[in-house]
């Protein structure tokens, strides 16, 4: 059974403040990554889409690094905003199945004012 | 805008009764998801399709039906409601290129 995981399950930070979450998935037959951001009562919106080992993807203040041979990625945001208040959901993709997508229960980001 | 609209917004039904959920796009693209989000369960997969009568079920397909008689249209059937299957539903689509998939606005769907 193919696995994703976020951590943490929730966090609170205060306006300004940098921070950073995980999501690790499986290390074999990986064929890529992609990071969505849940606003309350809206859609999911895709961040990025990662394919390649040591991948960087930056989009204003939010970034994403991806390590596939041991199975992680790790979003950063820099001086957080109350507007980047949000669930921030991982899903993994395997090489071969129609490629499904394997999602993680997401982190809960509240920024503080 | 990826072009997907999910009707309706909203239904109120009641146990034992069929309803029908629509997804529609005007991009054209192959592959379309339904999927439901509970609290503690994320996105669950229900089915999905693969084209124009191709579907496979996901990780929750039981007491579901789909149907993709056309590249724009992905209808989820639920043939006798449940209350358990009160839930948002959410239709996507696989764009082209990265292939990262594009949401409906969802639909609540409340099973009395």
């Not at chain 2, 008689?69 to 209350?83: G, I, R, V, Y």
């Amino acid at each position: 059974i193919l696995n994703v995981e976020q951590s943490p399950q929730s966090l609170h930070v205060q306006e300004g403040d940098s921070t950073n979450f995980t999501c690790s998935f499986p290390s074999s037959n990986f064929y890529a990554l992609h990071w969505y951001r849940w606003e309350t009562a809206k859609s999911p919106e895709a961040l990025f889409v990662m394919t390649l080992n040591g991948d960087e993807k930056k989009k204003g203040r939010i970034s994403a690094t991806l390590n596939t041979k041991e199975g992680y990625s790790y979003l950063y945001i820099k001086g957080s905003q109350p507007e980047d208040s949000a669930t921030y959901l991982c899903a993994f993709i395997g090489a071969g199945n129609n490629r499904k997508l394997i999602w993680g229960l997401g982190t809960s980001l509240a920024v503080n004012p | 805008d990826a072009g997907i609209t999910q009707s309706p917004r909203h239904k109120v039904t009641e146990t034992g009764t069929p309803v029908t959920l629509r997804c529609h796009q005007t991009e054209n693209h192959r592959y379309m998801y339904w999927y439901r989000q509970d609290p503690g369960h994320g996105l669950r997969l229900i089915h999905y399709s693969y084209g124009v009568k191709d579907t496979d079920k996901g990780e929750v397909s039981d007491g579901y039906s789909v149907s993709r008689s056309k590249t724009e249209d992905f209808l989820l059937t639920l043939e006798s409601a449940t209350s358990s299957q009160t839930s948002v539903y959410f239709c996507a689509i696989r764009g082209t290129g990265d292939e990262k998939l594009f949401f409906g606005s969802g639909t609540q769907l409340s099973v009395l």
